[in-house]
């Protein structure tokens, strides 16, 4: 029913209206702080050079669900869980972002699908030892979504990395 395969910059338009309409319902539903924003210049800039894995459900040619990595640690927040963290180098980190499901296609575990779907993506890059995320700790369908991919749930973030938009820490080390 669905097809998974990486987004194009002809898809950012379709992207940012999921984006758009997921912070709209998010802000009538007193859920303004589960969804943090990727800019539309970041999405560009991050297909453009490759800095960033977006794939998509589509169905029926329709885009029904996205989500999105990059290389890195953001604030060194996966770092910091590690003990020999000195030795981890940003490139050994996959964070996974962006993660939408239109109302109309959710309840297909699209989610779990496409985390799945960027793993065995991410496998492909031999420096590539840790993936994770972050979730607002409300947001039981993302946490039990990334909890049954393997991620663990390493606890509340301090401080939170984006002001205003608390967050838990999701992470998995890569079963090669
Ligand atoms: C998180 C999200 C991607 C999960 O979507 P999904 O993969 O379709 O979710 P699941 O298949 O696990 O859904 C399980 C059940 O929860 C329901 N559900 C999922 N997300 C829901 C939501 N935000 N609000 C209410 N119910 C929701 C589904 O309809 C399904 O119900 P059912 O069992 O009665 O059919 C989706 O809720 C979403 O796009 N949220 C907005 C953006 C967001 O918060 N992203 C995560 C950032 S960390």
Not at 34 to 44: A, F, G, S
């Amino acid at each position: 029913m669905f097809t998974i395969k990486p987004c194009s910059i002809e898809d950012v338009d379709a992207i940012m209206d999921m984006q758009d309409h997921v912070i709209e319902v998010n802000n009538k539903t007193g859920r303004g702080n589960w969804y943090i924003v990727t800019e539309r210049c970041e999405l560009e800039d991050g297909l453009k050079n490759n800095d960033l894995l977006v794939l998509g459900a589509y169905s029926a040619g329709e885009l029904a669900a996205c989500i999105a990595m990059s290389i890195g640690d953001p604030q060194g927040m996966f770092k910091s869980l590690l003990n020999n963290h000195q030795n981890n180098e940003d490139k050994q980190f996959g964070y996974a972002k962006m993660a939408i499901v239109k109302e109309a296609y959710r309840g297909h575990g699209l989610q779990r699908t496409l985390l799945h779907a960027l793993e065995v993506e991410v496998l492909k890059n031999p420096q590539l030892k840790y993936i994770g995320a972050i979730a607002h700790p409300d947001n039981s369908f993302s946490l039990k979504n990334l909890k049954a991919e393997g991620y663990e749930n390493k606890g509340r973030v301090v401080p939170d990395p984006h002001p205003g938009y608390p967050r838990v820490l999701l992470f998995k080390t890569l079963d090669r």
